[in-house]
């Protein structure tokens, strides 16, 4: 059986809900809210950057209703640490309005946006992965 943890983070007065899902090398961080204020975008930051043993990220943002230039910057950021970190990050089936903003922002080009076929897919392998690693 694969290692499943989860956790939930949350700061006062934030606009901006995070819940991990960690399955072996795979986490999936579900967004909830919006990513509008500084604080928000560095909760996101920090709670990614703090996953150990990870090889790939999919930022679930289908119920993130707004995402500002802080957020966009802060994605940024995430791509080049992944980068450098030689991690894979994906986003995950963006709201028409994050899309559009991510367009304008000029990020999207770098952005991965993942198909619900391939998330699934990723979760199988890293299951399958976790598995056999057990």
Not at 62 to 67: D, L, M, T
Not at 97 to 123: F, N
Request: charged share 25%; aromatic share 4%.
């Amino acid at each position: 059986m694969a290692r499943l943890v989860l956790s939930r983070v949350q700061g006062y007065g934030s606009m901006l809900d995070l819940r991990i899902e960690k399955i072996g090398d795979l986490a999936v961080v579900e967004c909830h809210g919006k990513i509008v204020r500084s604080d928000d975008a560095f909760k996101l930051c920090e709670a990614v950057t703090a996953l150990p043993g990870i090889g790939i990220i999919v930022l679930d943002l289908s119920q993130v209703s707004a995402i500002e230039a802080g957020g966009l910057d802060m994605l940024l950021l995430l791509q080049r640490w992944a980068y450098d970190c030689d991690i894979q990050v994906k986003l995950f089936n963006p709201r028409i309005s994050v899309r559009d903003r991510l367009k304008r922002g000029s990020s999207m080009p770098q952005c991965d946006i993942a198909t619900l076929q391939e998330v699934m897919a990723l979760m199988v392998k890293a299951n399958t992965r976790s598995a056999l690693a057990a």
